[in-house]
């Protein structure tokens, strides 16, 4: 049996928090299958970084530092990765579901001859083989797949594991890749304008839908709750499409995927695109007028009420109990 490779990922310097939740899933796999963790860092001047993920909880941590590799390009990535699998002799590559993980996740797949199971949440361990979980069907079923094959590689979704918050030893170690497969040219990077908000690290989260009505009520009814719980707002997919907030906010399929600790969803019917978004949270409550909305099917606590004497009223309560 071989070991898990996770493959961290390298933003403005650091490595990614999703990189931290790879290493939460990978040792679950690891202590209930009999492997090891090792990690892999790819980059240029990545040193700190790659020494950091090594003591909390990378363990021996493979580093490829390579001008090359500086900034992400399928070529480089996949021989390093390649490079990678081999030197930790990994039979479990752990890659996270971001827009580089999609890319290059399934072609290191294809050229290992490994199975492929993308998108997971979860790992479970039966008979010391591992069992991972991925919604299928928009969320309506989970779907529990193990790997025939000798190698697998799998993706997994920011934001289904928390952040591995321990320690480890094993230190870095240089790896050395071929990097003459490179066919892109690197020009530059263009940062998407942010409104500053990470939906998939919030541990509340306060959701308003179509039942809003209008979009200066999300600044007027739910970002006051959402700023008194210390949380952020959050919308469904109509609320984005008609223009009222940006796509940062949409939960869902086709938005972000979250789990807080705490999800309050105000007009907004439960759609199954959007229970995908957020079924997993914590603790749910649900206010819609409508007592047959499907969003009550998940909700930890219901309130059929209308959400303009509810919301506000909350917003109060909340804030007389913080004093
Ligand atoms: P509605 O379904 O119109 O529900 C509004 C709710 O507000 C109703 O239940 C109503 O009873 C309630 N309401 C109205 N007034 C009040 C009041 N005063 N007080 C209390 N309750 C009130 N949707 C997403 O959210 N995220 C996605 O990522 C997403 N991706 C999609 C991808 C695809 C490919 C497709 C086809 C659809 C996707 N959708 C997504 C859309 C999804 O199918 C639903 O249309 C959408 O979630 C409905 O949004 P809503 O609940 O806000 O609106």
Same mark, same amino acid.
């Given at each position: 049996?071989?070991?898990?490779?996770?493959?961290?990922?390298?933003?403005?310097?650091?490595?990614?928090?999703?990189?931290?939740?790879?290493?939460?899933?990978?040792?679950?796999?690891?202590?209930?299958?009999?492997?090891?963790? !090792?990690?892999? *860092?790819?980059?240029?001047?990545?040193?700190? $970084? +790659?020494? =950091?993920?090594? #003591?909390? &909880? @990378?363990?021996?941590?493979?580093?490829?530092?390579?001008?090359?590799?500086?900034?992400?390009?399928?070529?480089?990535?996949?021989?390093?990765?390649?490079?990678?699998?081999?030197?930790?002799?990994?039979?479990?590559?752990?890659?996270?579901?971001?827009?580089?993980?999609?890319?290059?996740?399934?072609?290191?797949?294809?050229?290992?001859?490994?199975?492929?199971?993308?998108?997971?949440?979860?790992?479970?361990?039966?008979?010391?083989?591992?069992?991972?979980?991925?919604?299928?069907?928009?969320?309506?079923?989970?779907?529990?797949?193990?790997?025939?094959?000798? !190698?697998?590689? *799998?993706?997994?979704?920011?934001?289904?594991? $928390? +952040?591995? =918050?321990?320690? #480890?030893? &094993? @230190?870095?170690?240089?790896?050395?890749?071929?990097?003459?497969?490179?066919?892109?040219?690197?020009?530059?990077?263009?940062?998407?304008?942010?409104?500053?908000?990470?939906?998939?690290?919030?541990?509340?989260?306060?959701?308003?839908?179509?039942?809003?009505?209008?979009?200066?009520?999300?600044?007027?009814?739910?970002?006051?709750?959402?700023?008194?719980?210390?949380?952020?707002?959050?919308?469904?997919?109509?609320?984005?499409?008609?223009?009222?907030?940006?796509?940062?906010?949409?939960?869902?399929?086709?938005?972000?995927?979250?789990?807080?600790?705490?999800?309050?969803?105000?007009?907004?019917?439960?759609?199954?695109?959007?229970?995908?978004?957020?079924?997993? #949270?914590?603790?749910?409550?649900?206010?819609?007028?409508?007592?047959?909305?499907?969003?009550?099917?998940?909700?930890?606590?219901?309130?059929?009420?209308?959400?303009?004497?509810?919301?506000?009223?909350?917003?109060?309560?909340?804030?007389?109990?913080?004093?």
């Amino acid at each position: 049996m071989g070991n898990v490779l996770v493959v961290a990922e390298i933003q403005n310097g650091k490595v990614r928090e999703a990189s931290y939740e790879l290493l939460t899933f990978a040792k679950k796999l690891a202590e209930g299958t009999g492997r090891g963790v !090792k990690s892999l *860092v790819i980059g240029s001047g990545v040193g700190d $970084a +790659a020494a =950091a993920f090594a #003591s909390k &909880g @990378g363990g021996e941590t493979l580093v490829v530092e390579d001008a090359a590799v500086a900034n992400y390009n399928v070529d480089g990535y996949r021989a390093a990765i390649r490079a990678g699998v081999e030197a930790a002799d990994a039979d479990v590559v752990l890659i996270s579901n971001t827009p580089s993980g999609w890319d290059v996740a399934p072609r290191i797949a294809a050229g290992l001859d490994a199975g492929f199971i993308s998108d997971c949440f979860g790992v479970e361990v039966e008979g010391g083989n591992a069992v991972f979980l991925r919604r299928v069907f928009n969320g309506k079923l989970d779907a529990r797949l193990k790997s025939s094959s000798a !190698k697998t590689v *799998v993706t997994v979704q920011p934001g289904a594991c $928390a +952040a591995f =918050a321990g320690s #480890s030893e &094993g @230190g870095t170690k240089p790896l050395t890749a071929d990097f003459s497969g490179i066919r892109a040219k690197f020009v530059e990077v263009k940062v998407a304008e942010s409104k500053g908000i990470d939906l998939s690290k919030a541990e509340v989260i306060v959701s308003g839908g179509r039942g809003l009505g209008a979009p200066e009520k999300f600044p007027e009814i739910i970002q006051p709750l959402a700023d008194a719980l210390g949380g952020a707002m959050g919308a469904s997919r109509p609320v984005v499409d008609a223009g009222w907030l940006p796509h940062a906010y949409q939960v869902g399929s086709s938005g972000q995927v979250v789990q807080p600790k705490l999800y309050i969803a105000a007009g907004i019917s439960g759609a199954i695109q959007h229970l995908v978004g957020m079924k997993a #949270s914590n603790f749910i409550i649900a206010i819609n007028k409508d007592p047959d909305a499907p969003i009550f099917e998940v909700a930890d606590l219901g309130v059929v009420a209308d959400l303009f004497e509810i919301v506000p009223a909350l917003t109060e309560a909340v804030k007389a109990a913080k004093g």
